[in-house]
């Protein structure tokens, strides 16, 4: 890092019942980390970012209107020269077990002495999927289940591409992945070389609209609910039965007004997975 670097640090009040979905939001700002603390969640941007201080407020402010305790007025930030951020996320982030078969771990740790068949290497970046969100682990959780050798797999809002990745070390064929924000993109590139799946992938940044047309069997969409609803309808044009789809980033409080979207584009509910605050989908 260069003597000079400063970074950006925003200190945020959190709960646990939102620290998920805040820690999401200010990746989607750029935060380069996110470290959580008792009460609060503090955030580094790279160079001095004061701008952000409006939008993070406001989105607290929402956040608040909705029920919780969480203080807009509250926010701290701070200027920092050469903060070493990866010993900060050292402290937090360790490598954990989602199931028998599927181990995540940053490349700073060492493998578990038995090694499991998907033993996925992330480190914090910036890019929402770590493996630590309730999210990320109920989509790992169903991809397993329902991923069978030569599935083809479409991952939308790939973020690290850590659903991607999963998928081809579990077996699946063809495998594209895409995401709005040309950084994830290149994250997930990096963390699919990183961990030797990257030429059997296609990753790219852009939207559904950008797919080339063809059949998939297994769609994955760990993104917020509204983004999702949004593309229901040509996501059932797009795919038709038999085709699966994989839903999250969906609050449990949110359920009841999902089933409703999902019936109105004809897509059937066939499971149901709930961890924290958040659900995740399983729909044909």
């Known amino acids: 890092m260069s003597t000079q670097e400063i970074y950006f640090a925003v200190t ?7 620290g998920d979905a805040l820690a999401s939001y ?3 700002l750029g935060a380069a ?10 955030a580094s941007f790279k160079g001095a970012r004061h701008e952000l201080l409006t939008p993070i407020r406001s989105y607290l402010a929402e956040l608040r209107a909705l029920g919780y305790q969480v203080e807009p007025e509250a926010v701290v930030c701070e200027e920092i020269v ?17 199931s028998e078969k599927i181990f995540i771990k940053p490349t700073w740790e060492a493998p578990p002495p038995v090694a499991p068949p998907c033993l996925i290497e992330i ?9 630590t969100h309730a999210t990320t682990r109920l989509c790992l959780q169903l991809l397993e289940e329902r991923l069978y050798p030569g599935c ?23 495998i594209a992945a895409f995401d709005i924000d040309p950084v994830a993109a290149e994250t997930a590139g990096r963390n699919a070389a990183a961990n030797g799946v990257r030429d059997r992938m296609e990753i790219f940044a852009g939207q559904l609209a950008d797919l080339t047309p ?5 769609i994955l969409a760990n ?14 044009q797009l795919f038709p039965a038999p085709a699966e789809f994989i839903f999250s980033g969906i609050l449990r409080d949110e359920e009841e007004l999902f089933r409703t979207a999902l019936a109105a584009d004809h897509f059937r509910v066939d499971d149901m997975r709930y961890e924290e605050e958040w659900l995740a989908c399983l729909a044909g």
């Not at 900060?88 to 360790?94: A, N, P, Q, V």
């Open 12 to 18: 945020v009040p959190s709960t646990p019942e939102c």
């Open 26 to 28: 200010l990746f989607d």
């Open 33 to 42: 980390g996110v470290v959580e603390n008792e009460g609060s969640l503090t």
């Open 82 to 98: 050469n903060r070493d951020w990866n010993a900060e996320w050292k402290k937090s982030y360790h490598g954990f077990a989602v």
């Open 123 to 131: 480190d914090p970046e910036m890019a929402f999927g770590t493996g």
């Open 152 to 174: 083809r797999v479409l991952d939308i809002g790939t973020g690290t591409g850590i659903l991607a990745i999963a998928a081809a070390k579990l077996g699946a064929g063809a």
């Open 214 to 218: 063809r059949p998939f069997d297994l």
């Open 223 to 236: 993104i917020q609910r509204l983004e999702i609803v949004g593309m229901l309808a040509l996501l059932r």
